[in-house]
């Protein structure tokens, strides 16, 4: 999400600036359960933060959003705080693709 000010960063031997796919092929991360989303952001927030992680173009973001709120049937609960949501909710915006 940040692009360097100076240096390099490589990852096996992957540039981070200019062969970032294949840094993302190379590394992952998880978090735990109760912490895979940010509670003081929405539903439609959290799934746009975490399409940029992506690198899902911004343009094609809110259709995509848009998809997986409808898939998870999250839509009407779209600009809810996820701190409000219930366990059930919280589960399902969990299952989103990629």
Same mark, same amino acid.
Do not use: W
């Given at each position: 999400m940040l692009l360097p000010d100076a240096g390099r960063v490589l990852v096996q031997g992957a540039d981070t600036t200019t062969n970032a796919d294949a840094?993302?092929?190379?590394? /992952?991360?998880?978090?735990?359960?109760?912490?895979?989303?940010?509670?003081?952001?929405?539903?439609?927030?959290?799934?746009?933060?975490?399409?940029?992680? !992506?690198?899902?173009?911004?343009?094609?973001?809110?259709?995509?959003? !848009?998809?997986?709120?409808?898939?998870? /049937?999250?839509? !009407?609960?779209? !600009?809810?705080l996820v701190m409000k949501f219930s366990s059930g909710m919280y589960q399902r915006l969990g299952m989103r693709e990629r």
């Open positions: 840094v993302r092929e190379r590394v /992952g991360f998880a978090v735990a359960t109760e912490r895979s989303f940010f509670p003081r952001l929405s539903a439609r927030e959290n799934l746009d933060f975490f399409a940029a992680l !992506d690198d899902i173009p911004r343009k094609a973001r809110p259709e995509r959003v !848009d998809q997986l709120l409808s898939q998870t /049937g999250l839509r !009407d609960s779209a !600009d809810t």
